[in-house]
Every structure is written in structure tokens, then in C-alpha cells.
């Protein structure tokens, strides 16, 4: 059963600095923490086992899918991919650059993961086309020292010809299993190539008003959504 009041109870116990509580930490002063400290954590998700600069042509060969039709392209991918254990996706062009606009106004978000008793927070921070994601409690008690849990690459090579963005993630496994990733991941649409004035209001708040911004509401959507349940029944079933 979901607890945030348990939640933010554990929040208080694990901080060693005595930070104030989720719900009631001063907004304004956390955005420009996780804004100052972007170029630290790229740094730090390199030193953790992430890949630098993975590119696109890292993963195979784009001369030779060009060839090919978007539907190819996205075989291709979901072959490549299937047996790995990791998230990939491939994105229509129009909701990328919806998701894509959005992001340049709004580059941090919040998103809220299931977990045996409440949820757990995650950020996720913008850079370039990568989005990056660490854990709340990380930021509270690491500051910029705080590593990037899980990544995820667009790759917007194919985009304007096909008419598809692909996208692959990597991550820290001893933070997160991939049906964890793929829930995080899930939200980005969620929140970002939604048509739900209300739904995307809550990135706006974030970033643009943040002393405004509920933490309670993130959980709200994503129980309306349904996102989470899949995880939650799954936890609860390895817990008995």
C-alpha cells in the first residue's frame, strides 16, 4: 500500500544533514542545485561504468539503414535490443519533438517510482539529448556529487528521413532493475508528449514555479496513468 507519509518519515531518518523534509524543502534553492551541478554529473556517470559519447554509430551502421524503411529500422532496433537487458524505444518524430520543444523550456522533471512501501523520487535533468536521472534522496544528501543513476539516449539521426527518433538507456543496476528503468522512462512521455494541460502543468511548476510545486501531485498522475501498477504488483509478489 502506498505511504508517502512513511516515506517522507525515512527521507528524514537517511538524511545526515538534517534536510527538511519532501513536501516542504525550499524549491526555488533545490532547482538550482541539480541546474549547478549537470556538467558534475556527467563527469560522475562517466567514472560510474556509463558510456562517453555513445553515439548512434556506436551502435551499428546508419549508412546502411538508411536504406531501410522506419518500419525496418524498428525491427532492427527491438531485435537488437531484445535479448540485452536495458530500455529502448522508438519514437514517432512528432511526439519527440513535442517531448523535444517542451524540454528546452522545462529541462528538469520529477518522477515518482514505486517501490514495496511508497515511492521513491527520481530527477531527471536534460543535456543535450540525453536525460539523466539520480534519485532525490542522492541530491538532498550528495549535492553535485551525486552520480546519474540512469540515462537515456534519443538519437535524432533518422528523425527528419524517417520520420523516428530511437532511443536506448544505460544504467547503474545496483540502483535499478530494468522494469524500474522502463517505469522512469514510461513517465517521460507521461508528463512530457501528454495533450493533458494539467498533466504537463506539473513540469511546468517545477521548473518555472517551483515553491508551488507538490510532490503528493507527481504520485497522483501516476496512479491515474496506471504506470506503476505492473512494477507494484510485481514487488508485492516477490515480497510474499
Given amino acids: 500500500m502506498s505511504d508517502p507519509a512513511a516515506f517522507e518519515s525515512r527521507l528524514e531518518k537517511r538524511s545526515e544533514f538534517r534536510k527538511q523534509p519532501v513536501g516542504r524543502s525550499r524549491q526555488g534553492d533545490f532547482i538550482k542545485c541539480v ?71 522545462c529541462p528538469t522533471f520529477l518522477c515518482a517510482l514505486p517501490r514495496r512501501e511508497g515511492y521513491e523520487f527520481f530527477v531527471g535533468q536534460w543535456t543535450g539529448t540525453e536525460l539523466h536521472f539520480t534519485a532525490l534522496i542522492n541530491i538532498q544528501t550528495r549535492g553535485e556529487a551525486a552520480a546519474s543513476q ?26 535499478l532493475n530494468v522494469a524500474e528503468a522502463q517505469c522512469i522512462a514510461n513517465q517521460v512521455q507521461l508528463f512530457y508528449a501528454t495533450d493533458r494541460k ?21 504520485i497522483a498522475e501516476l496512479e491515474q496513468s496506471g504506470l506503476g501498477a505492473e512494477l507494484k504488483c510485481s514487488q508485492n509478489q516477490n515480497k510474499t
Avoid: C
Fill in 150 to 175: 540512469l540515462i537515456l539516449y534519443h538519437y535524432p539521426e533518422l528523425k527528419e528521413e524517417k520520420g523516428i527518433v530511437l532511443m536506448t538507456a544505460e544504467m547503474d543496476t545496483t540502483f
Fill in 35 to 105: 541546474e549547478q551541478k549537470t556538467d558534475a554529473l556527467g563527469k560522475q556517470s562517466v567514472k560510474r561504468g556509463f558510456t562517453k559519447d555513445k553515439t548512434l554509430s556506436s551502435i551499428f551502421n546508419i549508412e546502411m539503414v538508411k536504406e531501410k524503411t522506419a518500419e525496418e529500422i524498428k525491427q532492427i532496433w527491438q531485435q537488437y535490443f531484445a535479448a540485452k537487458d536495458t530500455v529502448y524505444a522508438v519514437i514517432p518524430a512528432e511526439k519527440f519533438d513535442l517531448i523535444w520543444n517542451r524540454a528546452q523550456s
Fill in 198 to 218: 494539467e498533466t504537463y502543468g506539473l513540469v511546468e511548476t517545477f521548473n518555472l514555479r517551483p515553491n508551488e510545486f507538490k510532490y503528493m501531485s507527481v
